[in-house]
């Protein structure tokens, strides 16, 4: 038995990457920086003990044999890395990858585009057909639209690719958020042989016990302040639906004998810029500067310039302390989990990592107490400070028996929201929905519901009730939104205003 097993536990530890690089485009723009993207990424984790798939400028016929082979060597278990570099478009809520044969489109031919392209979607969900335990999906392609400059109508948006819903056990990491533009470059004399996101990207690849959620939080700051630098938003987005932690390189290397290797003076010179940067203040950037005068060519340099600039501003005249380093984050997430299982959240093991249970425990802690927090402050002093001041047992209260719902007037309609309504509503970007939410009482003024909408998303809903007024919170899969809302005085209808720019309208079915 145990010979038997052997084998299926060294397959379960497999880690397979797919790369893809495209620069060649026939008759849509090309590219200058995807194919060197896609084989310093090849190479980088071939170096870390990934078996690789790799093609650079691969048709449509190509880029599926790629991914064939790619699907065909995973196994149940396994760990799956997809890389991609090109252009990319959202066509009607889904991602595409464009191979380099696609053709420009006439006006309007969205299904020809959708035929002739490799949907994301579909490419994830073939890669969990497979078994893979994780599977982690990094995406450059936040270019401009290539359809864009097409007679008549575009196809797709204008720049950038759309969010997704990420299967269950895959992270998937866009090189910009939804709508922005990526950029390959800073300046047009740079000397920089990778675009903006995979040259921040390749360094923390190779960087021992680094988890991938405190390495994409500090790839977003530094492509996010790079981006800036040239008075350009771009902040890469990820949609987290993994399953535990993920490390690219889990530890340290041995060094050869001999020791360490000496560090080269660009070596010198890239960790003190990081180190100026972290610490984020005119100072240390300045002091950076007069350190390495006289290298004033080097890209460096330049952006430590470009960078400087920006910090002046915005010193006060009487500077804060310095900023919570990473550790600091990751003390105050640790404290924060400890107050989340005192009060019943069951927030696991206090290890300083936001992790989805972390996550839900917090979305817990919210919606029971009605505190006005976000998940996205996870790490911060407001945060745990909020936590702490409820105290004990906020998320094992006992629920509210019926009868503690207050009577009802006589003659007036129970102001009781239990049941299914319908919506329609408004959002920003001209978009409009319709959908259906079903809810359920979980207390004697609260509920719990579930929400589908026209789009195809899907959401979990608590409200508060006090009267007539409501207070919204939607678990969206990767955003978590807030509205408030009153019900009419018949209790069969609704109105409410969302965080997101949301207008919306409810009555009720049944």
Avoid at 66 to 80: C, H, K, N, R, V
Wanted: glycine residues 8%; aromatic residues 6%; negative net charge.
């Amino acid at each position: 038995m145990l010979l038997f097993l052997l084998p299926v536990a060294a397959m379960a530890e497999r880690r397979i990457a797919l790369i893809l690089g495209n620069d060649a485009y026939d008759q849509v723009p090309a590219l200058e920086k995807a194919v060197a993207d896609a084989t310093a990424i090849s190479e980088t984790l071939a170096a870390q003990g990934f078996e690789t798939v790799t093609a650079t400028d691969a048709s449509r016929r190509q880029m599926n044999r790629s991914i064939s082979e790619f699907t065909g060597m995973l196994q149940p278990g396994d760990t799956a890395v997809l890389f991609f570099a090109g252009h990319g478009v959202e066509i009607d809520g889904e991602n595409y990858l464009l191979p380099t044969d696609i053709v420009a489109p006439g006006s309007g031919e969205r299904d020809f585009i959708k035929s002739e392209s490799i949907a994301l979607s579909t490419l994830l969900d073939r890669v969990r057909s497979t078994g893979a335990r994780t599977t982690i999906a990094i995406i450059d392609a936040c270019r401009n639209n290539p359809f864009q400059s097409t007679t008549g109508r575009s196809i797709g948006g204008t720049r950038g690719l759309g969010r997704i819903t990420a299967p269950q056990g895959t992270f998937v990491i866009f090189s910009a958020g939804a709508g922005q533009l990526a950029l390959d470059e800073l300046t047009e004399d740079e000397d920089a042989a990778n675009s903006v996101f995979t040259r921040t990207l390749l360094p923390r690849l190779t960087q021992p016990d680094l988890e991938l959620r405190a390495l994409v939080a500090d790839l977003r700051t530094e492509v996010r302040d790079l981006a800036r630098s040239v008075n350009h938003q771009q902040f890469p987005a990820y949609y987290d639906e993994l399953l535990g932690d993920f490390y690219f390189a889990s530890a340290a290397a041995p060094f050869p004998a001999g020791g360490a290797p000496e560090p080269t003076p660009a070596d010198n010179m890239r960790a003190d810029f990081d180190l100026a940067r972290s610490i984020g203040t005119a100072e240390a950037m300045q002091e950076f500067l007069d350190r390495y005068a006289g290298r004033e060519d080097e890209f460096t340099y330049r952006m430590a310039l470009q960078l400087k600039e920006p910090q002046v501003a915005a010193t006060p005249a009487n500077p804060p302390s310095e900023p919570p380093r990473e550790t600091d984050r990751r003390a105050i997430i640790r404290e924060t989990q400890t107050a989340l299982n005192a009060a019943g959240c069951s927030a696991g093991s206090a290890d300083g990592i936001a992790g989805p249970r972390t996550r839900q425990a917090l979305r817990s802690f919210i919606a029971e107490t009605g505190a006005d927090l976000r998940v996205e402050q996870l790490g911060t002093k407001a945060m745990l400070r909020t936590v702490k001041e409820h105290g004990s047992a906020a998320c094992s209260t006992p629920r509210a028996q019926a009868s503690d719902t207050p009577a009802s007037a006589p003659g007036t309609a129970t102001l009781n929201i239990a049941g299914t309504w319908q919506f329609r509503a408004s959002c920003p970007l001209f978009i409009k929905t319709t959908g259906s939410v079903r809810y359920a009482r979980t207390g004697a003024n609260s509920y719990r519901g579930v929400l589908n909408d026209s789009l195809g998303q899907t959401a979990t809903v608590q409200v508060k009730q006090s009267g007539q007024s409501l207070k919204l919170t939607l678990y969206w899969p990767h955003v978590t939104t807030y509205a408030n809302g009153t019900l009419a005085a018949d209790g069969n209808s609704y109105s409410d205003v969302g965080s997101n720019g949301c207008n919306a309208t409810a009555w009720r079915t049944g």
